[in-house]
Structure formats: C-alpha cells, structure tokens
C-alpha cells in the first residue's frame, strides 16, 4: 500500500506517475523543501548566516539612513534587528539544518513556524502581533537564500506539478511542457483551472485536502486523474497496476482520436454539430485534431487578463480574425467579456462586491462600462467579414438587458457604418441560458435571439444554488436534478418553437452519461472541450435516436436525482462498458472506488 | 568556555514595574544588553525560562505588569550583568512605559 492515499475532485482524465514539485503560491516563492548529504551541512548552514548577515547588514544601513524626524520609526528597524539576530531564529535554524539534514530554507521556514506556534498561544494580542515583525525578518532571510524569484523556476526533467492554487493567471505563466500533472488544494469541479488543465491535456486533480502537508518535494506519486486519487510513496503493485492503466487509457485515446474527424451521426441518422469551447486562438489545432466542427464557445476574457494593460481593438480584432480565418467555413462564436465569479477584472475587484457571482458580471458589466463593450463589438464586427463569426452575450437575465445590449450593438454598427468600414451586418446575435429567470423566459428571448447556447455549468449553479467551486458544497453540483432536466428540455423546445436553433456549452455536454439525455430533447449541438469531443463522437456514433429519446422518457419520470442517476447509469453503462471505465462522469462522484 | 552549572549560578529576583508589562521594546533592551555579557542568562517566570538574549524567548514570556521575574545567570561576568540587568527593570527600561 502507499504511504497515504490522498483523494480530490479529477478535473483533466488521465494517470501520470513521477515527482512531485512544490510551487509555494501563498508565499510567491519556492521553498526547496529538501534534505542534503550530510557532508553538506556545513555549508548550508554557512548559507543561512551569510543571508541573516546579509538581512543585518540591510538593517543596519536602513537604521543609519533613518532621518531625525522618523526617529519613530527607527525603532522598528531595531526590534527588527535584534530578531534578525535572535537565537531563538538564527540558532535554531542551524540546529535544524544540522539535526534534519535539511536545506537552509527549509530549516528557517521550521523554525519560524515553530516561534509562530509559541506566539499563537499567547493570550496578550500585542504580543502576539509581534509575530508579524519575526515573519518580515524571515521573508527577507529567506529572500536572501532563494535569490530573486523568477516567475518560471521548473527543474528540468518533467514533474507533477503541486500547488496551494493555480490561478488560470499562474498556469499561463508556468511552463507547462515542463509538468506531467498537476494536484492543487483549492478548487471545485469546474473551476476554470480545471478547464484549462484539459485544454493542455494533462491530468489534474483539484480541491485536494491534506495535499501541503502530505506531500513533499521529490515523493514519488501516482495522480489517478480519472478517479480523483493521489498516491503517495506507491507500493509496487499499484505502480505495476497504474503503469498498466496509464498504456490502456492511452491506448484508448489514440484509437478515438483517429475516428474523431467522422461526423456525429447516430446509427439511425441524426445529425449534431459538435463544436469546441476554448479560450486561445492557439487551441484551434487541438480543435482540429479531435475532430471539431467549429468553435461553440470563444471565451474572449483572456486577452484581458494575460496582460497588464487592457487590449486595445487593434489587438483584438487581429485575434477575432485570425480566429475566424482559421476556422472558415466553419463558425466561431464569440461571446463577449464575461468578467466575474472567478475572474474579476481591476474594474470589479475596485467594488470590493460581497458576492461576485450574483454582482456586477457578465453582460451587466459590458453595460456599465460601455466603453469596453463597445471595443470589443467593433472587433467583433470587423472580424466577421473574416469568416463565419456570430456574436453571443453572456449572463442575460431578462429582455431588456438583451435589448440594451442589442442597442449598443445596432449603434455601434452605425459607427462602423459612418466609417466604412466593412462588417457583416447580417452577423448572427445569440445569447447563453445560464440564468434561471432566462429559462423560464426563453420563449420570449428566443423571438429576439438568432440561437441559444445553454451554459450548463451556470445554470446549475444559479438553479441549485451553490458555488461550484466551493468544495463543501460540490457534491450538490447534480448535471441530471430534475429541474435542470427540465430547464434544459424547456429551453430547447423553445427555441424550436421559435425557428433557433439551442446547443449546451456546459461540462454536461461532455458527460457520457449526459449526452444521450440532451439528444433526447433534440439538442442542435454541443460545444465542448476539445479534448473530449473525439469519446463524445464516438458515443454519439454508437447510439441511436430512439433509445435517447426513451432515455430521456425514462428520466422525465424519476423524482429525484439518485434514482435518475442510477436509472442512466445503468442504461448507458451497458452500452458502453469499456468507454465508460475512463470517465470521471459528472454524475459519478459519490462512488469513487480505491482499486 | 566558562565553567557553568548551578554551582556558579547567580540569581536576583526583579518585578516587572512598567504599566505595559515585558513588551516588545522593553524586551529588545533586555536582550541587547544581554547580549553585551558572555554569561548564560535566563528570566524565569514559574516553570518558564527564557534566554535573555532572545527578545523572541523574552517576548514569549508574556510577563504583565507586577510579574516577578528571576533573573539567573552564570558565565564569568555573571554578576555585572545582573547588576545591571536588574537595574533595568527597576528603571522602568529607560522611560518606557
């Protein structure tokens, strides 16, 4: 048995067995948390003293610079002083270097915890602030030992990656051809660090508890990202057992990826358009090579997030058009900036809103500040002389805000107008069903709308309930609750009722489970990640309309989730044994089995 | 190194005089004068023990105002440094209250 197993939510399917590598985000910084040989010890701890000296040295100058009329403040750079050369901190450090054969860093790390916890059980609050001043002193003596930290510090060799959080922002930065998986603390189901986890195709297994203090740099462990299980220190048969599986899911990888340019046609003829979400123009060869057929979902926030500056529309209507180059004739749909639960702009985090998800986000943030929108629609517009570019706005609540939105759209078409410059005037406007008030108006909207794209993911949250990222309450993220079920049917016939078409973007659409149920209702297509599209196709291949139709029936009957749950995964697991083994559906989660 | 132990150890017993008790800036003039003798210094508080050139370990005493601290000491210049040491608490540490 392994040393410990430690167990998360799998967000990216697939095994991997290697190293692990800390990345210590709360500090900003690696700590090297590794033994030495002994015969260095030496100079480790001679490391330590000519940081702390170095640290001194700093203060000392710093003192001797304190103007007479901040004498005050001189004070401060003492007691910090005095702690640089403490005992308590320098001497223990070096004991720890010496006792533990440890890194320099590691050592003052420990000892500065250790005082940390002496401090914490002090009853006198001014005291125990004074920790404050011990922390300062050792952040600088740690800077002092790592040096000036560099953004990307991968050692060579690739590695499973472990962080406190990964921040979409941080796994930009990173280089990830350096990381075989990755396992962070924070983080639910279908967190956006999830998502791009599977965009890079590498496994990944967030929301892991004890994952700090279990794991330490350089232990060999197995990430099983397709049942959510670390193993730490791994005996060798679950290492013969997991190499075994590792070839299998490949394997089996490969062999849907080459039928995934077939279409998705069921056995008795029906046809669904199955698109991709993603987020960088550099994606769209991973579209294309798992067969996708245009681009459902073109979440256009990045551009302003990777940079420190906002984009201007130049920028972004060279990323619009080379989007809608690459893809022509097939469609690319971009929906505009959708800031908000996870990802907050400077704008909004200037709110300081007490709950982001219900704040100032999506399409209402476009309406307020207009002059963003109005940037990025006439980037927009420019580009889809380009290719086949339609226009989605994301988070509607209710028509006027899809008028309102539709208003500034007509205007700035006028603008373009007045200018001469070239757009599509017939470009296609569609809106997300994400909100619960928009499903049970979706008659009304779907008048005023070219198509509907029903974001799965949010409108889970918003009909249930919960934040998906919070994983106290994850467990309540239920795909098949009848009331999405019925939200989801309700919005398609809809959108048949008026003409338009309605396709789901959510992670539902690339459920296994799920798919079959959404067929059912005649779904028009699917937009997913693009890594999944090839398994989808292949179940969508395999099945026929009929028994979707009887599925979803079937469905539409039960009364509460278990039993649903239970009913599709008997009936699509019999069709689908071997597929199934390597999905972590999202209807799966409360029986993760150990091997 | 200097013969140490009970044998030679020397204790005076102060009181902790100033309003705010054993605080920050009071502790750092206990341990930067403790710093200045080679003698192996301690304030004792009941079971604690503090190493008086540690303004950390002095600070983890947490000694309130009217707390009475034992001063030991032991080292060749011993007895100069709970002279003085001593003469730092009954001053109230220079003025700080």
């Known amino acids: ?595 | 190194m200097e013969p140490s132990g009970e044998n030679n150890s020397l204790e005076v017993v102060v009181c902790v005089e100033n309003e705010l008790g054993l605080h920050a800036r009071p502790a750092g003039k206990v341990a930067q004068l403790a710093q200045s003798f080679q003698a192996d210094i301690a304030l004792c508080v009941a079971d604690q023990r503090a190493d008086a050139k540690s303004i950390l370990d002095i600070l983890s005493l947490a000694a309130p105002q009217g707390t009475e601290i034992c001063i030991k000491a032991s080292g060749c210049d011993a007895s100069e440094a709970l002279e003085q040491i001593g003469q730092l608490f009954h001053d109230k540490f220079e003025g700080d209250t």
């Open chain 1, 1 to 595: 048995m392994a040393r410990k197993i430690l167990r998360g939510i799998p967000v990216s399917a697939g095994i991997s067995i290697g190293k692990a590598y800390f990345v210590n985000r709360q500090k900003e910084r690696r700590i090297p948390r590794e033994t030495i040989p002994h015969h260095l010890v030496a100079i480790e701890t001679q490391r330590l003293r000519n940081a702390v000296e170095e640290v001194r040295q700093g203060f000392m100058d710093a003192r001797a610079r304190v103007p007479e009329e901040l004498k005050e403040h001189g004070a401060i750079i003492d007691s910090h002083l005095m702690i640089c050369q403490d005992p308590k901190l320098v001497e223990s450090a070096a004991k720890n270097i010496e006792e533990r054969a440890i890194t320099a860093e590691w050592a003052l790390e420990r000892s500065i915890n250790a005082i940390g916890k002496a401090f914490s059980a002090i009853d006198d609050p001014y005291i125990r602030e004074r920790m404050q001043d011990v922390r300062v002193v050792g952040d600088k003596i740690m800077q002092a030992l790592i040096g000036t930290p560099k953004p990307v510090d991968l050692p060579a060799g690739r590695r499973v990656l472990m962080a406190h959080d990964l921040t979409p922002a941080d796994a930009i930065e990173l280089e990830l051809s350096k990381i075989m998986s990755f396992a962070t603390a924070e983080g639910g189901k279908t967190s956006h660090t999830g998502i791009l986890a599977r965009s890079l195709q590498i496994p990944a297994i967030v929301g892991v508890e004890d994952l700090e203090d279990s794991i330490r740099d350089g232990d060999l462990v197995i990430i099983d990202a397709l049942k959510g299980l670390i193993f730490i220190d791994p005996s060798e048969d679950e290492l013969a057992h997991y190499g075994d599986r590792k070839y299998q899911f490949e394997d089996y990888q490969k062999a849907i990826v080459k039928q995934c340019h077939l279409p998705a046609e069921t056995v008795d003829g029906y046809r669904l358009e199955v698109c991709a979400n993603i987020e960088l123009a550099e994606e769209l060869v991973q579209v294309k090579d798992n067969g996708g057929e245009g681009v459902g979902l073109y979440r256009t926030e990045y551009a302003f997030f990777n940079k420190s500056n906002m984009p201007d529309e130049e920028k972004l209507y060279e990323e619009y058009a080379t989007l809608a180059e690459q893809l022509a004739p097939q469609k690319v749909i971009l929906r505009t900036l959708d800031v908000g639960a996870d990802k907050l702009l400077d704008e909004q985090a200037m709110l300081d809103e007490a709950n982001p998800a219900l704040g100032l986000r999506g399409i209402r943030f476009c309406l307020r500040y207009q002059n963003v929108f109005r940037m990025q629609l006439r980037a927009m517009l420019r580009a889809s002389v380009h290719g086949n570019v339609a226009i989605m706005f994301p988070m509607i609540s209710g028509l006027k805000e899809l008028r309102q939105a539709r208003f500034v759209l007509n205007s700035v078409k006028s603008e373009l107008d007045a200018e001469g410059v070239a757009y599509n005037p017939d470009i296609p406007v569609g809106i997300m069903i994400e909100l619960p008030s928009a499903v049970m108006i979706a008659d009304t909207l779907a008048r005023e709308v070219d198509f509907f794209s029903i974001g799965t993911n949010d409108l889970i949250q918003y009909s249930l309930g919960i934040d998906r990222t919070n994983k106290h309450v994850s467990y309540l993220y239920q795909p098949l609750h009848p009331a999405i079920v019925r939200s989801i049917k309700f919005v398609i016939d809809a959108a048949h009722k008026e003409g338009i078409e309605a396709s789901v973007c959510g992670e539902v659409a690339s459920d296994p489970y799920c798919v079959p149920i959404l067929m059912g209702m005649r779904v028009d297509g699917i937009s997913i990640a693009p890594q999944a599209i090839p398994g989808i196709k292949r179940v969508i291949r395999q099945i026929d309309m009929e028994e979707c139709i009887e599925l979803l029936g079937d469905v539409l009957t039960h009364a509460t989730v278990s039993r649903i749950n239970t009913k599709v995964r008997k009936r699509i697991f019999k069709r689908f044994p071997e597929e199934l083994s390597f999905f972590a559906s999202l209807i799966e989660q409360d029986d993760i089995t150990e091997p």
